[in-house]
């Protein structure tokens, strides 16, 4: 066998990327797709204007969505790839912009990464791999870019604003003292210590207006805090302990697992999300999906009545049926029999009727937190063998409480618990969590870069394009690697 030659000399420019580059590589693949968005008409305003030449818009994009398949979030890293690695410079054309560049491209740009977002699905449903038949719906929570300790009450960042206050007032007096002394100085640039007091204030006064505002929107227990990194990271929880971060609801289509939809929110819980989420399915998709199945964590009453008005046949169920079908054992014990969702309701004579046979009729109306409450009674409880086990109210007696549309609310929630429903609810799992397994393990992206919600969105979307690429590319090398073996 010969020997390669291994010395010193080499071509005077070196290899072509295009020539060094595997024909099978998926920078190809995405090239290609890339290319066919139409992006080129985002550089036209810069084609006539003066100053440096401006990088080309297909170029970055193709940064930021082959370095988030690759797991690279620093602009660092990803310029320090443009120069070293040639896949990068294949995408780029042999291009090197800044890590500069690169940041405030990513950071202002968050509505082309939306419509290159809304692309991918576009031709994920044109190559027919995206059918909205049955879509999964969960959220993925992101811790933020900003230090959980770092934190203010209203009363502590009045107080910092005060001495902030006072602090420049000394100055401002210091320093037209100094003007009628000495005269007028040039003074186009403020000292070091001024400016860093100037934008601390300016920082301290938008984390203030910002709780104010989280404190008039919370319905209950308002913020008593806020971060002073990043205002307007929630407490959200992850791995079983609260840190300041996001909640990214995303949804995806059953059969191969494309990302229909997805929204940046900055909310802890996801009951809010699940209307939200459907409309932003069909605005994303140009359809509704048949059929959406989330966990329980999207479950309200008011969430599912408004859901079952659209067109989507949804599959949320209640904390009490999505534990039962989690762990199936907690519906043997003896108390779990007696449970109001084991009781059967009579729509005709308005009343149920307990495991053991006796009936609970109508007993009163009232209006409770501003909602009209039906009341049903048992009047029979005391010869009950099973009494202690159904209540333990003083009086001895079973009631149940209720909404007054609860007849509906029971149609919804029965809908999960059949057989159908249970086996649509176990394909949950399968469809959305390994999405986020690969975002988070597979790439290793467990934290943001940017800040705020706008920061947030735009690192989502990017990771949703970069997914979504990532299937059509696949599809795409199956389809051709089967036409050719034909």
């Known amino acids: 066998m010969a020997l390669r030659k291994c010395s010193d000399q080499r071509e005077m420019w070196g290899p072509s990327p295009d020539l060094a580059l595997p024909t099978n590589h998926p920078a190809r693949a995405l090239d290609e797709i890339i290319e066919k968005l139409g992006l080129d008409r985002c550089n036209r305003k810069y084609e006539h204007t003066p100053g440096e030449a401006a990088y080309d818009a297909r170029a970055m994009i193709k940064i930021l969505i082959y370095s988030y398949m690759r797991g690279i979030t620093s602009s660092r890293e990803m310029a320090c790839q443009c120069q070293e690695n040639i896949a990068f410079q294949y995408l780029t054309r042999g291009y090197c912009p800044n890590f500069r560049t690169i940041a405030l491209f990513r950071r202002k740009k968050r509505h082309l990464v939306r419509w290159v977002f809304q692309k991918t699905v576009a031709l994920a449903q044109q190559m027919g791999i995206a059918r909205l038949g049955l879509v999964a719906l969960d959220s993925v929570k992101f811790p933020a870019n900003a230090n959980a300790g770092r934190k203010m009450t209203e009363g502590q960042l009045n107080e910092h604003l005060r001495k902030l206050d006072e602090f420049l007032e000394t100055v401002e007096k210091s320093d037209s003292q100094q003007d009628d002394r000495y005269g007028e100085t040039r003074g186009?640039?403020?000292?070091?210590?001024?400016?860093?007091?100037?934008?601390?204030?300016?920082?301290?006064?938008?984390?203030?207006?910002?709780?104010?505002?989280?404190?008039?929107?919370?319905?209950?227990?308002?913020?008593?805090?806020?971060?002073?990194?990043?205002?307007?990271?929630?407490?959200?929880?992850?791995?079983?302990?609260?840190?300041?971060?996001?909640?990214?609801?995303?949804?995806?289509?059953?059969?191969?697992?494309?990302?229909?939809?997805?929204?940046?929110?900055?909310?802890?819980?996801?009951?809010?999300?699940?209307?939200?989420?459907?409309?932003?399915?069909?605005?994303?998709?140009?359809?509704?999906?048949?059929?959406?199945?989330?966990?329980?964590?999207?479950?309200?009453?008011?969430?599912?009545?408004?859901?079952?008005?659209?067109?989507?046949?949804?599959?949320?169920?209640?904390?009490?049926?999505?534990?039962?079908?989690?762990?199936?054992?907690?519906?043997?014990?003896?108390?779990?029999?007696?449970?109001?969702?084991?009781?059967?309701?009579?729509?005709?004579?308005?009343?149920?009727?307990?495991?053991?046979?006796?009936?609970?009729?109508?007993?009163?109306?009232?209006?409770?937190?501003?909602?009209?409450?039906?009341?049903?009674?048992?009047?029979?409880?005391?010869?009950?063998?099973?009494?202690?086990?159904?209540?333990?109210?003083?009086?001895?007696?079973?009631?149940?409480?209720?909404?007054?549309?609860?007849?509906?609310?029971?149609?919804?929630?029965?809908?999960?618990?059949?057989?159908?429903?249970?086996?649509?609810?176990?394909?949950?799992?399968?469809?959305?969590?390994?999405?986020?397994?690969?975002?988070?393990?597979?790439?290793?992206?467990?934290?943001?870069?940017?800040?705020?919600?706008?920061?947030?969105?735009?690192?989502?979307?990017?990771?949703c394009a970069a997914h979504n690429l990532s299937k059509l590319i696949r599809f795409r090398t199956c389809s051709v690697q089967m036409a050719a073996n034909a």
């Open 188 to 463: 186009d640039e403020l000292p070091a210590e001024i400016a860093t007091a100037q934008k601390r204030k300016e920082k301290l006064q938008k984390a203030l207006a910002i709780l104010k505002q989280k404190q008039e929107l919370a319905k209950e227990q308002p913020p008593k805090d806020v971060s002073i990194t990043d205002p307007e990271a929630p407490f959200v929880k992850k791995a079983g302990r609260f840190v300041r971060g996001y909640s990214g609801q995303v949804a995806a289509d059953s059969e191969q697992k494309v990302i229909v939809g997805v929204k940046a929110t900055a909310d802890p819980v996801d009951f809010e999300q699940l209307n939200p989420m459907l409309e932003e399915i069909e605005k994303t998709t140009g359809q509704a999906p048949v059929q959406l199945v989330a966990d329980s964590g999207y479950y309200s009453d008011d969430a599912v009545l408004t859901a079952a008005q659209s067109k989507t046949d949804c599959l949320v169920p209640d904390q009490d049926a999505a534990a039962d079908m989690n762990n199936p054992k907690r519906t043997e014990g003896p108390k779990a029999q007696f449970k109001a969702s084991k009781f059967t309701y009579d729509k005709q004579r308005d009343e149920f009727t307990c495991p053991a046979g006796k009936t609970l009729p109508f007993f009163r109306e009232h209006k409770k937190h501003e909602q009209v409450k039906r009341v049903y009674r048992c009047t029979d409880c005391s010869d009950c063998a099973f009494r202690q086990q159904c209540t333990n109210s003083n009086s001895g007696t079973r009631s149940i409480e209720l909404r007054s549309d609860h007849s509906k609310i029971r149609e919804l929630r029965e809908k999960v618990r059949t057989e159908s429903g249970k086996a649509i609810y176990k394909m949950r799992k399968a469809i959305i969590e390994p999405i986020f397994g690969r975002w988070q393990h597979n790439w290793g992206i467990r934290r943001l870069r940017l800040r705020g919600l706008a920061g947030f969105s735009v690192e989502l979307h990017l990771l």
